[in-house]
């Protein structure tokens, strides 16, 4: 009884991801239209047989470039969720399970960064270092860093004395063994239900950084930047441009969001009622 | 219990240090040569060390640092290049528009998000609770300024129920002197009740697109916080005694479930400074946001050092308010 949502939203979200994943390997290789150039159609043709989508005001396929937008937004969410995981787990591992002056020193700094206003840090140095797809995930691996770090030190200095810890250190593992190959893994849980919310985060906040011009070049079909290049138009009745792009923003974060919710249930029995 | 407040006002002395530090390292480190944007493409290597020495750019690093520490401490964060004010004249001017908007937009998704995820909990694993979780789940997952765009679509462009994006009042209409800042106050503190109704009207859509970006949230932790109260032995005790149904969802359970809340609130109210970069400039609202914006397309580096530590200190107050409440209210925190 208790199961049976549990295993419907981690399905409805695996399936839509994986419905993304596919989307950006075909976009790779095919789009109704080239993504990039402009006047492929005439200026804001609303949604037809020929342009389901419709097209922008430079007369590019909107479908086309949304399709192309999935490579950008898919994977600097997932590359940028995986570097701060490993990342802030390796940091929060450390503090959690030696303690002392480690500790202190990696959790005050945490501490103060968690402090520090996330998305203003990211347009900062967006800003100043210019655009571009390495810098996005750098900025938003680094704002994600301190999340991590503080939930792994919970769950690591939690478990540091229980048995099985005291059974890894007896036959002589090094004590970054007992770590990271014995707590770390059955720590992973949380870590894990943490890193798919972080994923719709991040993806919300690399829509906010393109749509305000700061993280791609201004062509690149992002789906921020395509509903930037839509906003005119929808003062004027043009709504297409910029309404698809939030439905595909929609579906990624949603569903980051429900497998998020499921791995947190899974971690964490007492939720489960 | 007053110890547990001075020590946690204390942590913030140290916080807003780092913060402050954060934004003078990232301003050096990527902000370019200052010395560029005064001196003319042709300047001798003569003359760009005279601006160097001037801007103070000369001095060794530590002492850049303590200098900008002590501006940063009389609330000097230099001149603006786009406006030619001090940049924190120009804060404290537009700040009251984006608190009239965040408090506003946070209030009324407080408002319905509590209800909403109290009657979730209550019908748990029934139709209206699938429903509360859906619309939450969508609210969480979409960005804010896309929300803001389709409200304009749909009640200003298609039916024209609302005016336009076009700030705080009509383009036609003359903005007072301000008195406190807030249009709506001022407005009524002057009796002008004609403009105060437009003033009124054009808050709604921005406002409404906040409050569903805050409602959500607020919603879903509502929810999970109050099945977790109504399942607990307090409430079986209630129900023992024949109290009726809303004294123990109402006085009982959510008074307990609501400390999860407060928080989320706190940190809510945190991201408006934030949010209101792309709020703002879809509604065209003169506030902070619009600031950041202009001082970002600009490349305004005085002005745009000077937005981030505005919001990152009033972010760093509101947690601490936070958890100054969150001690006060919480027994179990007087005692610790």
Same mark, same amino acid.
């Given at each position: 009884?208790?199961?049976?949502p549990?295993?419907w939203s981690?399905?409805i979200g695996?399936?839509i991801?994986?419905?993304?994943?596919?989307?950006?390997?075909?976009?790779?290789?095919?789009?109704?239209?080239?993504?990039?150039?402009?006047?492929?159609?005439?200026?804001?043709?609303?949604?037809? !047989?020929?342009?389901?989508? +419709?097209?922008?005001?430079?007369?590019?396929?909107?479908?086309?470039?949304?399709?192309?937008?999935? &490579?950008?937004?898919?994977?600097?969410? $997932?590359? /940028?969720?995986?570097?701060?995981?490993?990342?802030?787990?390796?940091?929060?591992?450390?503090?959690?399970?030696?303690?002392?002056?480690?500790?202190?020193?990696?959790?005050?700094?945490?501490?103060?960064?968690?402090?520090?206003?996330?998305?203003? @840090?990211?347009?900062?140095?967006?800003?100043?270092?210019?655009?571009?797809? $390495?810098?996005?995930?750098?900025?938003?691996? @680094?704002?994600?860093?301190?999340?991590? /770090?503080?939930?792994?030190?919970?769950?690591?200095?939690?478990?540091?004395?229980?048995?099985? /810890?005291?059974?890894?250190?007896?036959?002589?593992?090094?004590?970054? &063994?007992?770590?990271?190959?014995?707590?770390?893994?059955?720590?992973?849980?949380?870590?894990?239900?943490?890193?798919?919310i972080? /994923?719709a985060f991040?993806s919300l906040?690399?829509?906010?950084? +393109?749509?305000?011009?700061?993280?791609?070049?201004?062509?690149?079909?992002?789906? +921020?930047?395509?509903?930037?290049?839509?906003?005119?138009?929808?003062?004027?009745?043009?709504?297409? !441009?910029?309404f698809?792009?939030g439905l595909a923003i929609l579906g990624m974060t949603g569903a980051f969001y429900l497998l998020g919710d499921a $791995?947190?249930?899974?971690?964490?029995?007492?939720?489960?009622? | 219990? =007053?110890?547990?407040?001075?020590?946690?006002?204390?942590?913030?002395?140290?916080?807003?240090?780092?913060?402050?530090? =954060?934004?003078?390292?990232?301003?050096?480190?990527?902000?370019?040569?200052?010395?560029?944007?005064?001196? *003319?493409?042709?300047?001798?290597?003569?003359?760009?060390?005279?601006?160097?020495?001037?801007?103070?750019?000369?001095?060794?690093?530590?002492?850049?640092?303590?200098?900008?520490?002590?501006?940063?401490?009389?609330?000097?964060?230099?001149?603006?290049?786009?406006?030619?004010?001090?940049?924190?004249?120009?804060?404290?001017?537009?700040?009251?528009?984006?608190?009239?908007?965040?408090?506003?937009g946070l209030g009324l998704g407080a408002l319905i998000g509590i209800p909403l995820g109290v009657f979730a909990a209550v019908k748990r694993e029934r139709v209206p609770d699938f429903l509360v979780r859906g619309f939450t789940l969508a609210g969480m997952a979409l960005p804010q300024f896309w929300i803001g765009l389709v409200l304009?679509w749909i009640f200003?462009?298609?039916?024209?129920?609302?005016?336009?994006?076009?700030?705080?009042?009509?383009?036609?209409?003359?903005?007072?002197? *301000?008195?406190?800042?807030?249009?709506?106050?001022?407005?009524?503190?002057?009796?002008?009740? %004609? %403009?105060?109704?437009?003033?009124?009207?054009?808050?709604?859509l921005?406002a409404v697109t906040l409050a569903i970006a805050s409602m959500a949230p607020i919603a879903r932790v509502t929810r999970a916080s109050m099945v977790?109260?109504?399942?607990?032995?307090?409430?079986?005790?209630?129900?023992?005694?024949?109290?009726?149904?809303?004294?123990?969802?109402?006085?009982?359970?959510?008074?307990?479930a609501?400390?999860?809340v407060?928080?989320l609130i706190?940190?809510l109210?945190?991201?408006?400074?934030?949010?209101?970069?792309?709020?703002?400039?879809?509604?065209?609202?003169?506030?902070?946001?619009?600031?950041?914006?202009?001082?970002?397309?600009?490349?305004?580096?005085?002005?745009?050092?000077?937005?981030?530590?505005?919001?990152?200190?009033?972010?760093?107050?509101?947690?601490?308010?936070?958890?100054?409440?969150?001690?006060?209210?919480?027994?179990?925190?007087?005692?610790?």
């Open positions: 009884m208790t199961r049976a549990l295993a981690m399905r695996l399936c991801l994986g419905a993304y994943v596919a989307l950006a390997l075909i976009s790779l290789v095919w789009t109704p239209y080239d993504p990039l150039s402009p006047g492929v159609g005439d200026s804001f043709l609303p949604p037809s !047989v020929e342009f389901p989508l +419709g097209t922008d005001r430079l007369g590019s396929d909107v479908l086309s470039r949304l399709m192309a937008g999935t &490579q950008y937004n898919l994977g600097i969410a $997932l590359v /940028a969720v995986i570097l701060a995981l490993v990342i802030g787990s390796a940091l929060g591992v450390v503090a959690g399970y030696y303690g002392g002056a480690t500790d202190i020193a990696i959790s005050r700094s945490v501490e103060i960064f968690q402090a520090f206003p996330g998305v203003l @840090f990211a347009m900062l140095v967006v800003k100043a270092v210019g655009p571009g797809v $390495l810098n996005i995930i750098l900025v938003l691996s @680094f704002i994600g860093i301190p999340d991590y /770090a503080r939930l792994a030190r919970a769950e690591v200095q939690s478990r540091r004395n229980w048995p099985y /810890a005291e059974a890894a250190r007896m036959v002589g593992n090094r004590s970054w &063994q007992v770590a990271f190959r014995h707590l770390l893994p059955n720590s992973m849980g949380p870590l894990l239900a943490f890193t798919s972080n /994923a991040v906040v690399t829509a906010s950084l +393109g749509f305000l011009g700061l993280g791609l070049n201004p062509n690149t079909p992002e789906w +921020g930047n395509m509903i930037a290049r839509g906003q005119d138009g929808v003062m004027t009745g043009e709504w297409w !441009v910029s698809f792009p $791995l947190a249930d899974l971690a964490d029995p007492r939720r489960r009622r | 219990m =007053i110890r547990l407040i001075l020590q946690r006002l204390l942590w913030a002395l140290p916080v807003a240090l780092g913060v402050v530090t =954060i934004t003078f390292i990232t301003a050096r480190l990527f902000g370019g040569d200052p010395t560029e944007l005064f001196a *003319p493409p042709e300047a001798t290597d003569e003359l760009r060390a005279q601006i160097r020495e001037r801007l103070g750019l000369a001095d060794p690093m530590w002492m850049q640092y303590l200098r900008y520490l002590a501006d940063v401490a009389r609330f000097d964060f230099g001149i603006s290049f786009s406006t030619n004010q001090a940049v924190s004249t120009d804060l404290t001017e537009r700040l009251p528009a984006t608190l009239e908007l965040g408090l506003t304009i200003f462009v298609t039916l024209g129920w609302f005016p336009g994006p076009v700030g705080r009042l009509p383009i036609e209409v003359r903005p007072p002197e *301000p008195i406190t800042g807030f249009m709506l106050i001022d407005l009524a503190l002057l009796g002008d009740w %004609s %403009s105060w109704r437009l003033a009124l009207w054009q808050l709604v921005p977790e109260a109504l399942q607990s032995d307090y409430i079986r005790t209630a129900v023992a005694m024949g109290h009726g149904e809303r004294v123990l969802w109402f006085r009982y359970a959510l008074r307990n609501l400390l999860p407060i928080t706190g940190v109210a945190g991201n408006v400074f934030g949010g209101a970069v792309l709020l703002e400039s879809i509604f065209g609202w003169p506030g902070l946001g619009q600031y950041a914006l202009q001082a970002i397309e600009g490349s305004d580096f005085a002005a745009l050092q000077g937005f981030v530590i505005y919001a990152a200190l009033l972010y760093v107050i509101t947690f601490l308010l936070v958890d100054v409440l969150y001690i006060v209210i919480d027994p179990r925190m007087r005692h610790a």
